[in-house]
């Protein structure tokens, strides 16, 4: 995985190629091959990962909210940039819910600025799920080592967990704290 080659032409990550090279980031970055289906229905899977007993929520991408409508407080707007997780897992038991974001980026570009948000979106997904522990996790790729060391520093004081999508640890990284999560 650390050999990830998403070409992008053009003057930058944007334009017409943003959303065919987030998929394939998102898609290169999924869990799915970590994971054990033991039911599922149009809106969600439940899983558990690979070598562990303990089950989670798995929503299709767009379904959280469908997902959870017995504990959405409905007074609260939706904001942009929180309807559809990039990947997402909810412990019912501990009540967390795991809400990864995936930034793929090849050139400069206004994603830096993406990274800065943790604290509206964790705001946002607490007050529409008041009675769950919201942990909100970053998979980025390696671009942002070098590009966003200022966004980088913020999230580790904030102690916001962020995961490099590129290495080749990355899924049994991610999976370890989900699981180990406390």
Same mark, same amino acid.
């Given at each position: 995985?650390d050999?990830?080659?998403i070409c992008?032409?053009g003057y930058?990550?944007?334009?017409?190629?943003t959303?065919?090279?987030?998929?394939?980031y998102?898609?290169?970055? /999924?869990?799915?091959d $970590?994971?054990?289906?033991?039911?599922?229905? $149009?809106?969600?899977? /439940?899983?558990?990962?690979?070598?562990n007993?303990?089950?989670?929520i798995?929503?299709?991408q767009? #379904?959280l909210f469908?997902?959870m409508?017995q504990e959405i407080?409905l007074?609260?707007t939706?904001?942009h940039?929180?309807k559809?997780p990039d990947?997402?897992?909810?412990d +019912?038991q501990?009540?967390?819910?795991f809400?990864?974001e995936k930034k793929? *980026? +090849?050139s #400069?570009?206004?994603v830096c600025e $993406?990274? +800065?948000t943790?604290d509206f979106?964790m705001? *946002?997904? *607490?007050?529409?799920?008041p009675s769950?522990?919201?942990?909100y996790i970053?998979?980025?790729?390696?671009?942002?080592? /070098?590009?966003c060391?200022?966004?980088i520093?913020?999230?580790i004081?904030k102690?916001i967990?962020?995961?490099w999508?590129?290495?080749?640890?990355?899924?049994?990284?991610?999976?370890n704290f989900?699981i180990n999560?406390?």
């Open positions: 995985m050999n990830i080659s992008n032409k930058g990550a944007g334009g017409s190629n959303n065919k090279n987030g998929i394939a998102e898609k290169l970055t /999924e869990l799915d $970590k994971i054990t289906i033991h039911s599922k229905n $149009k809106y969600l899977s /439940e899983i558990s990962f690979n070598d007993e303990k089950r989670y798995k929503p299709k767009s #379904n469908k997902c409508k407080n007074n609260i939706k904001a940039g929180c559809k990947e997402c897992y909810i +019912q501990n009540k967390n819910l809400i990864i793929m *980026q +090849q #400069n570009g206004s $993406k990274i +800065q943790p979106k705001w *946002q997904y *607490q007050r529409t799920f769950y522990n919201i942990i970053y998979c980025l790729s390696d671009w942002f080592k /070098e590009n060391k200022a966004e520093e913020y999230l004081y102690k967990p962020f995961f999508g590129n290495s080749l640890n990355y899924k049994n990284d991610i999976i989900i999560y406390k």
